[in-house]
T-cell receptor
């Protein structure tokens, strides 16, 4: 069964450093998402991406964040200058259709620790 | 804007007891999906169920059952004869069906279930 994959599973970085979290969505999917979960808290929407551009973003997704689909398979989340409060689990998800239907499939997550 | 409330932060039950996890949602839209996800200690999100707002039929899957009541905007989840492997954080979520948005999920804060042997 196809699945969303994410690398790395755990990333440790120092405050102020740039990090790139990588995701490989399911191959025929069209919509891509990043969510964040600070430890012990709820899962929060960051950004959605469709047709090679951001379709929607939350207020969390400020200028230090960016997303990219550099090739036909990867979908990345870049945090330009990490802060301690960026420590969280980051989930990638993808969805097949461009309409309102279709299920979001989540990856296993990347745990980001900023020291 | 949508909102999902899971009032129970933590629940502990003894193995084989039944347990119900509550979920109340708010949305002005009339068409939406409701979801339950399980997050075991390993951290991944495991999809459990999706319900369409048009379909208020309750659903049963093995030891799991879901009670959807549009009149009270609730979508509760019951585990019958709980097992230690059910210990996890459970999230309720909502997303819209209509409109021009990207259909992102709105999650509740989760309920941590501990099943004691």
């Amino acid at each position: 069964e196809p699945e969303v994959t994410q690398t790395p599973s755990h990333q440790v970085t120092q405050m102020g450093q740039e990090v790139i979290l990588r995701c490989v969505p399911i191959s025929n999917h069209l919509y891509f998402y990043w969510y964040r979960q600070i430890l012990g808290q709820k899962v929060e929407f960051l950004v959605s991406f469709y047709n090679n551009e951001i379709s929607e973003k939350s207020e969390i997704f400020d200028d230090q964040f960016s997303v990219e689909r550099p090739d036909g398979s990867n979908f990345t989340l870049k945090i330009r200058s990490t802060k301690l409060e960026d420590s969280a689990m980051y989930f990638c998800a993808s969805r097949a259709t461009s309409g309102s239907g279709g299920e979001q499939y989540f990856g296993p997550g990347t745990r980001l620790t900023v020291t | 804007a949508q909102k999902v409330t899971q009032a129970q932060t933590e629940i502990s039950v003894v193995e084989k007891e039944d347990v119900t996890l509550d979920c109340v949602y708010e949305t002005r839209d009339t068409t939406y999906y409701l979801f339950w996800y399980k997050q075991p200690p390993s951290g991944e999100l495991v999809f459990l169920i999706r319900r369409n707002s048009f379909d208020e039929q309750n659903e049963i899957s093995g030891r799991y059952s879901w009670n959807f009541q549009k009149s009270t905007s609730s979508f509760n989840f019951t585990i019958t004869a709980s097992q230690v492997v059910d210990s996890a954080v459970y999230f309720c979520a909502l997303r819209l069906i209509s409109g021009a948005g990207s259909y992102q999920l709105t999650f509740g804060k989760g309920t941590k279930l501990s099943v004691i042997p």
